[in-house]
């Protein structure tokens, strides 16, 4: 009973803050903070697991490989996304070794009649460091390739990703504290140092146990994005709005756009558990704060579906 009412107490909050998003200074994300994304940034898509829950201390000592495929309606990049829809499928295979480290590669396909395909290739090895009382100490390393002519323009001259967080659980719920620092690559009309991201997120896991082999979560989160705003000169630079790429120029020698709060995001997840199998849907919502002439500023709603199978 008192897990019941905490769920309705969560999701009357859910839907208040979403009836609010339109006119809401701030953004609400879609992390799941148990599933490390893989090729969509941190603020879309949730894909393989790192296995660091806090619940079952003796993941930490065992070696799986988990088969992912992902698909997402659309996505987006600490509050970028583009004015077209990039839905995708993206299969994944992640190596969990004992004492935490643990290795993603990921492929995501891109579904656009006119430049679909295989877009974007993803490795991301990692670290996770049992500090013991429910905490972990997290280091991780993405490297993106894209393909020349890639439509995923919120994040095509993105290079490397440097990721630390440090989460801690209390019961149920989860907290959790990101840095990342995003690398571009140089190009002809841009060269910008790059981006940092500083991310708090919260989730709770409302867990219910069916059977010995399975159990039904159902997890909303939240997040906000605070970083340094060199992303959207590189959004600009690829939709060759040359006037909004000016005015973004004045606005940076101005001093007006070194940081700044740049989205809230909100997700609401099922995750279904059978075996070794897991099924998770996923209601994604993610409201920009961080204004730019010529970057859609509306929020965005979108949806995701992740099949995970884990041999131990």
């Given at each position: ?6 769920l309705i ?6 839907f ?19 599933v ?5 940034p941190?603020?879309?898509v949730k ?10 201390d ?6 799986s ?12 990049s ?8 990039l839905?995708y ?5 992640t190596?969990?070794a004992?004492k935490?480290?643990y290795?993603t ?6 579904l656009?009649?006119d430049?679909?395909?295989?877009d ?7 670290w ?5 009382n429910?905490?972990t100490?997290?280091?991780n ?5 894209f393909r020349?002519?890639?439509?995923l ?5 993105l ?5 630390t ?19 571009y ?13 500083l ?13 010995k ?9 939240g ?7 060199n992303?959207y ?5 690829r939709?060759k ?7 973004f ?11 700044a ?14 075996g070794?199998?897991e ?6 919502l993610?409201?920009p704060?961080?204004k730019?002439p010529?970057?859609?500023?509306k929020p965005l ?5 992740n099949?995970?199978y884990?041999?131990?």
């Amino acid at each position: 009973m008192k897990k019941i009412i905490t769920l309705i107490v969560f999701t009357v909050l859910i839907f208040n803050l979403k009836s609010f998003g339109g006119n809401f200074s701030s953004s609400l994300l879609a992390n799941k903070l148990l599933v490390k994304p893989s090729i969509a940034p941190a603020d879309t898509v949730k894909k393989t697991s790192d296995n660091d829950t806090a619940s079952d201390d003796d993941d930490a000592n065992v070696r799986s490989y988990a088969i992912g495929l992902g698909f997402g309606s659309d996505q987006s990049s600490h509050g970028i996304h583009s004015g077209n829809k990039l839905p995708y499928i993206e299969p994944s295979f992640t190596y969990s070794a004992p004492k935490g480290f643990y290795i993603t590669v990921s492929d995501q396909f891109i579904l656009s009649k006119d430049s679909g395909g295989f877009d974007a290739f993803a490795l991301n090895p990692g670290w996770n460091i049992d500090l013991g009382n429910d905490n972990t100490l997290n280091f991780n390393l993405t490297h993106y390739w894209f393909r020349a002519k890639t439509p995923l323009s919120i994040m095509a001259d993105l290079s490397d990703v440097g990721e630390t967080y440090f989460d801690h659980w209390f019961g149920e719920t989860e907290g959790r504290f990101t840095v990342d620092y995003d690398y571009y690559k140089k190009t002809d009309s841009v060269n910008t140092p790059g981006d940092i991201i500083l991310t708090p997120d919260i989730l709770h896991d409302f867990k219910f146990t069916l059977s010995k082999k399975s159990s039904l979560s159902l997890i909303p989160e939240g997040s906000i994005d605070f970083g340094t705003t060199n992303a959207y000169s590189h959004y600009l630079s690829r939709t060759k709005d040359n006037a909004a790429v000016q005015s973004f120029k004045r606005r940076k020698k101005s001093g007006k756009a070194s940081f700044a709060v740049l989205d809230f995001n909100l997700i609401f997840t099922v995750n279904y558990k059978i075996g070794h199998f897991e099924i998770e849907p996923a209601i994604n919502l993610n409201v920009p704060i961080y204004k730019v002439p010529g970057v859609p500023d509306k929020p965005l709603g979108f949806g995701t579906l992740n099949l995970i199978y884990t041999i131990e």
